[in-house]
């Protein structure tokens, strides 16, 4: 059918091809790059702007690269996240015995010993979290026995530092087993300063009363504790070994006759600051905080996290 000299079905082809020609318009269309089939454009989408879509090998190492790149500044952010984690569930655990121990003390007039039977002739069968039937260092602590247990609500069990179980091999001997990684102030679990026996035998057999700490938001109760044991599971005094648990907060200084002994020199460092280079410290009157590594006995120690926050003194520890 013709309109005067204009083919009507050649104009509609003609409004078809330029309506398409639209629609590809936004994709950089070039005409060279196109193909017509049974009257129709139809593009070839493999290319943008007359560039092939695939990958080259530079471009994909260099991906690879930044992906990379990028990890590495986000591990290391996310490892921190996890002990900053960890380290709020074992400032709960400390604020939980801290409660317990004052609850205790409200019933006894007296905080729990820290060790009522450790020192000569003791038998070395009782702590703060339990006790066992036999000495030696492969003996657990029974904590269901321990003065704590039926102060810690329904839940009554044993506090546990995540990361200080992550560090260590339970199987293995330890001579301070089923402390949890948690440490106990024993100028608070013991009378060493207001009872002068050579022994020890009758100052450890029981805890202060809350009266006589004079400063309760300034005195240590509970912290983030730890030690270095050889491999039958002693003590290893030069700080070469395994890491294991340890149920007392030591002091800088020993206490004899009633008095530190700075001349005696530095005592073995127990407050492991394991989370972050910081250490959970619970103080007598409830209160908890976050501390960071002052000084340590040794520098091999220090190297591992152990040492001690604030001066370098029993200000901390003491009672008065």
């Known amino acids: 059918m013709k309109k005067g000299n204009v083919s009507v079905g050649s104009k509609w082809n003609g409004f078809k091809l330029r309506e398409m020609i639209a629609e590809v318009d936004d994709h950089q269309f070039q005409p060279e790059k196109f193909e017509i089939k049974m009257g129709r454009a139809k593009p070839d989408w493999r290319i943008w702007g007359g560039r092939r879509l695939e990958f080259t090998l530079v471009e994909l ?3 690879i690269a930044i992906i990379g790149i990028l990890a590495s500044m986000l591990l290391p952010a996310l490892s921190n996240a996890k002990e ?3 380290r709020a569930s074992c400032a709960n655990n400390l604020k939980e015995l801290t409660l317990s121990n004052i609850m205790y003390e409200s ?5 729990v010993a820290a060790a009522e039977d450790t020192n000569w002739p003791g038998a070395n069968l009782k702590r703060w979290h339990g006790q ?9 602590y029974d904590f269901k026995l321990s003065p704590l247990y039926t102060y810690l609500g329904q839940s009554g069990s044993s506090k546990r530092c995540s990361t200080l179980d992550s560090m260590t091999d339970l199987s293995l001997p330890s001579f301070e087993k089923s402390g949890g990684g948690y440490g106990y102030n024993p100028a608070i679990g013991s009378k060493i300063y207001f009872v002068d026996d050579s022994y020890g035998i009758e100052s450890c057999k029981e805890g202060v009363s809350a009266e006589r700490i004079k400063r309760p938001s ?3 109760m509970f912290s983030d504790t730890a030690c270095i044991v050889d491999p039958s599971g002693d003590w290893a005094l030069s700080g070469s070994g395994r890491i294991a648990e340890y149920s007392f907060v030591q002091s800088p200084f020993y206490v004899s006759g009633k008095e530190d002994q700075p001349s005696w020199g530095f005592a073995g460092p127990s407050i492991h600051f394991r989370h972050n280079k910081t250490a959970n410290i619970s103080w007598a009157d409830g209160h908890l905080s976050h501390e960071k590594i002052s000084f340590s006995s040794d520098v091999n120690l220090r190297s591992q996290n152990f040492g ?3 001066t370098p003194d029993n200000s901390s520890f003491k009672p008065f």
């Open 61 to 63: 190492l260099v991906v």
């Open 84 to 86: 900053m984690a960890r």
């Open 107 to 111: 019933d006894y007039n007296r905080f």
């Open 132 to 140: 066992r039937s036999s000495a030696g260092n492969s003996s657990d």
């Open 218 to 220: 300034e005195t240590v």
């Open 308 to 310: 001690w926050f604030g």
